[in-house]
């Protein structure tokens, strides 16, 4: 009796060999592959990045010039005791003739003798007997001075109509207004009732933080509280030196449109249209190219369009209600 015996057999050593190569050449191939698409995945979220930072700032940009030039006061304003008509009240001198006023609330309103003289301009509407009044002085939180040239009764509304003709703060005819890297305006901006002081500084230079800064204030504030520049006013980080223009000049951060008129024996700039530039880049080198992305947004006619209609009016003749620009601004303009 024979017993057949099955043979053993395996992979030869070449075999292996073969195999082996075969498996590494398609891991090579995956892990490429891999490599690459994280380089991708990399890049567009390097840009999705940027894109996302500079359109949040410039779309808050343009809600804030938009807004910049609107007055306001916080709540309703009543007289809560009658007022009797002056023999004499010069719109050019608010102090003349000027008595104690009564009212629910003072809040946000504003006087100032000067240097600068700025006194806000309220409209009593109460029918037959509307005026216009400028606001002497203010004495206390439901007080003020004033003039009034017809009698008006306890009830009567009192609001402050009109915008400010210097909403966005001219780069020329102030004394350290807004330039090619400082926005500077004011107004109700959140809408919300409440005036703040908002200024845009565009670090953008080789030396520079290359931060575009918002620095945002009651626009009653003191002076010398003033808020120093700081992390958490960077609304827009990476920024640089925009492309040239056709005359090979790097283009500013911000331009402006302006209009010369003179209002009530003063001239006025207004700022018609305000153009922003900004050029950004990636906060990381791009994985591929081993370059940084960048990407120039323009905004080019962004209208201040409380200013606009405060231009309109005073190019009819219509002055009154054109507000001035109140002293605590003007102070929180220095550098």
């Known amino acids: 009796m024979t017993t057949n015996l099955r043979s053993e ?29 994280t380089k991708h995945q990399q890049t567009i979220s390097n840009r999705t990045e940027m894109h996302s930072g500079v359109r949040g700032a410039t779309e808050l940009l343009q809600q804030e010039v938009g807004q910049a030039g609107r007055v306001t006061v916080p709540a309703p304003v009543t007289l809560t005791a009658a007022v009797a008509a002056a023999a004499n009240c010069d719109p050019g001198t608010p102090t003349l003739n000027a008595v104690p006023v009564s009212v629910t609330s003072t809040t946000g309103m504003f006087a100032s003798a000067g240097p600068p003289a700025a006194y806000e301009t309220l409209t009593v509407l109460d029918g037959d007997t509307q005026e216009d009044i400028k606001v002497a002085s203010v004495t206390n939180g439901t007080t003020f ?88 006013m960077i609304l827009l980080s990476n920024i640089h030196v925009n492309p040239p223009d056709a005359g090979g000049v790097a283009r500013p951060c911000f331009q402006y449109q302006t209009a010369l008129l003179h209002v009530q024996g003063t001239d006025f700039t207004f700022v018609l249209d305000v153009a922003v530039t900004l050029t950004v880049w990636t906060q990381l080198p791009d994985p591929v190219t081993h370059q940084f992305q960048t990407e120039t947004k323009a905004l080019l006619n962004i209208s201040p369009r409380n200013v606009f209609s405060a231009w309109e009016l005073a190019s009819m003749g219509y002055t009154d209600r054109i507000q001035s620009t109140p002293a605590t601004v003007t102070a929180l303009l220095t550098p």
Not at 150 to 170: C, S
């Open 145 to 232: 001075q004033a003039c009034f040239s017809k009698p008006h009764l306890a009830g009567a509304v009192l609001a402050p109509l009109g915008g400010f003709a210097t909403g966005i703060v001219p780069p020329t005819g102030i004394v350290n207004g807004s330039d090619a890297n400082h926005l500077k305006l004011f107004g109700d901006i959140n809408g919300d009732g409440n005036m703040v002081y908002v200024e845009y500084f565009c670090d953008n230079a080789d030396v520079g933080s290359h931060n575009l800064y918002r620095n945002v204030m009651p626009y009653n504030t003191a002076p010398a509280a003033k808020p120093a520049l700081s992390d958490a």
């Open 9 to 37: 057999s395996g992979f030869s050593l070449a075999e292996m060999l073969i195999a082996t190569g075969l498996l590494l050449v398609v891991s090579s191939i995956v892990t490429s592959a891999l490599m690459q698409m």
